[in-house]
């Protein structure tokens, strides 16, 4: 059984919110016609927060669903993606009010607006990510010895 936290989930969600911190900084200062400083410390603090659920919610899938990843299904990626995102949004939601001076309503369309985005993003990284590391894992790992 895999621990909630590895090696694996650390690099995972190190990578994932390191790329989503250099596309979406300036994306939101574009979309919400807002200071890229001040989206991009959103994003940053974002990026926080879904590291650790990142690495929470990865950790209880692989504990409680101990599934070869490299043979998950779309639709099984899909749903993976939707849940986790929506946890975020949970998570997220007062942080994005407060940060962009919105009301609870306001920000949770925005949250919204980010998730489609995010989305396709969340389910592509996971799937290259996955079949990354296994061909790594698979080529570091020492070879059987045949007596």
Known sequence: ?????????IIHATGFELIA???????????LNAEVATTGAL???????AMLWNMVYNGLIDR???TDRQQWRFRVR????VAFEAGLVVLCLPLAAW???LTLWQAFFVELAFFVFILPYTVL?????DKAWGRWQSKTKPAAVVV
């Open 21 to 31: 911190i250099l596309l979406f900084t300036p994306l939101m200062a574009w979309v």
């Open 125 to 129: 990284y996971n799937w290259v990510f």
């Open 99 to 101: 940060m962009l001076g």
């Open 78 to 81: 899909l749903l993976h993606g």
């Open 64 to 66: 409680y669903w101990p």
């Open 1 to 9: 059984m895999k621990t909630i936290l590895n090696k694996e989930r």
């Open 43 to 49: 994003t940053v603090m974002m990026s926080l927060l």
